[in-house]
């Protein structure tokens, strides 16, 4: 069940929770909804700016001026503003757990082709307070080494710092090998090409030194070509195959059938 204004106001004034009453507007109150403003913007290098110039595709942090106070039968959902949304204005934020105390901090980032101002002040998100059927057993002030209760500054990672940074390494590291193998791969495969260009080659000057030696006739001719393809076909198969280009079914067994054809009236001719 999401709360709708009237229950949003009373649990504040009366109860000091959702929000901390000392930050409470009830002008940012909407009806099932209650509207967060910017305190503080944080850059890339976590400076803080009252206001900042957010460039096409740039990513900055925001705190918000309210301090959240979730109730343990209580869920916190952030939402974008739909006005900010069509200007091209993404606001990302976590589900606040039951149990969280904290100021909310938010990821802004603009897709738009203009510059976009953030300002102290601003209504930059809306959070919407869902009841929960009961309270959990291991509310977010329960939990062991929470990272980011009673964040009262960014701080970036928290105690995840270390974990992200070891999957960091590895996924480098990955890539690395990734990058090692598939240079053996195209290595091999270059070497490999070199050497059906030069059989192909050799193919071809030995079938010209027998056309001039031999007693040229139609069925001479007939079993050089065929002869000559197929060898072609055999050749460009492993070539298509070592490049991936065989890994269309249809075409592959096109290539077969051919392959097949040619074997077949060689065999006749040469019979």
């Not at 900010?84 to 757990?97: D, I, K």
């Not at 495969?189 to 007693?215: C, D, H, P, R, W």
Request: aromatic share 8%; proline share 3%; net charge negative.
């Amino acid at each position: 069940m999401i709360l709708v204004d009237k229950d949003i106001d009373e649990r504040i004034r009366e109860k000091g929770e959702l929000i901390d009453p000392k930050e409470y507007k009830k002008s940012n109150l909407n009806g099932v909804s209650y509207d967060l403003t910017i305190d503080v913007i944080y850059d890339k290098e976590e400076k803080t700016h009252p206001i900042y110039e957010l460039k096409p595709g740039e990513t900055v942090f925001v705190k918000t001026e309210e301090r959240l106070l979730i109730p343990h039968n209580i869920l916190g959902r952030i939402a974008e503003k739909n006005s900010l949304m069509r200007q091209g204005l993404v606001v990302a934020g976590p589900h606040y757990q039951p149990g969280h105390h904290t100021y909310a901090f938010l990821r802004v980032r603009n897709i738009s082709e203009s510059i976009f101002s953030l300002h102290k002040g601003m209504k930059i998100a809306q959070i919407m307070f869902e009841q929960l059927s009961d309270i959990p057993d291991m509310s977010y002030d329960k939990q062991p080494g929470a990272s980011f209760q009673d964040e009262e500054k960014y701080r970036g990672l928290g105690n995840y710092k270390e974990e992200y940074e070891q999957q960091t390494i590895n996924q480098v590291e990955k890539a690395k090998e990734d990058v090692e193998e598939i240079s053996h791969k195209i290595y091999a495969n270059v070497l490999t090409l070199m050497g059906i260009l030069v059989s192909v080659f050799g193919l071809l000057t030995i079938n010209y030194q027998a056309f001039q030696k031999a007693e040229i006739t139609a069925h001479f001719i007939l079993v050089m070509n065929l002869t000559l393809a197929l060898s072609i076909v055999i050749l460009m198969g492993i070539i298509l195959v070592l490049v991936n280009k065989a890994k269309d079914k249809k075409f592959l067994w096109t290539c077969i059938t051919i392959l097949i054809l040619l074997a077949i009236a060689t065999g006749v001719a040469c019979a």
